[in-house]
């Protein structure tokens, strides 16, 4: 069995292996297609990583927020257009959900007001950024939402076959 590393500012992919109780061995075991030596260099940042090595490590190590993680930090599209989603309870996601759905209701007159002739003056500007600020904290909580589904997936807490049929039954 592979030594404790007492390395400083390990990457959050080095962290996970570390979490998840896996030597590098045990890891690239388990991912299948990774070798140690690469899962070394990506884990020090000797080479780049690439978003299949980021969906192996997610799901070899039961951490599906690597994937937002990437997505959000070394991803050139990801950081202009991806929220980074904080991992967060049932509870508080929706509570945020229902605080940010409360919030845009006492706002939606105004909002059709605003957008109705399909131009946004200046003097509509400010409350059209307050509600577009209002539905980006919407979608934060559905994305916390989706993340939380994941982790309890990962976790075996969620019965992802039966989530998956049943999400079918929806697209319809």
Not at 43 to 61: F, H, M, R
Not at 122 to 144: C, R
Request: proline share 2%; glycine share 4%; net charge negative.
């Amino acid at each position: 069995m592979g030594r404790k590393s007492i390395k400083e500012n390990k990457s959050i992919y080095f962290k996970a292996r570390e979490d998840a109780g896996l030597t590098r061995a045990q890891a690239s075991e388990l991912i299948g297609s990774m070798t140690e030596s690469r899962l070394e260099k990506l884990e020090t940042g000797k080479v780049s990583i690439y978003p299949e090595d980021v969906v192996d490590l997610a799901n070899a190590y039961n951490r599906p927020d690597l994937c937002n993680y990437y997505c959000t930090h070394e991803c050139r599209i990801g950081q202009e257009s991806v929220p980074e989603v904080k991992v967060s309870s049932l509870p508080e996601i929706v509570l945020g959900m229902l605080s940010a759905l409360n919030s845009l209701n006492n706002q939606k007159e105004r909002l059709i007001d605003i957008t109705a002739d399909g131009i946004i003056s200046d003097d509509e500007i400010a409350d059209f950024v307050a509600i577009e600020k209002q539905l980006e904290q919407i979608d934060m909580t559905v994305e916390s939402l989706k993340l939380w589904v994941s982790s309890m997936i990962a976790d075996g807490k969620i019965n992802k076959e039966k989530l998956k049929s049943i999400e079918k039954t929806f697209k319809q």
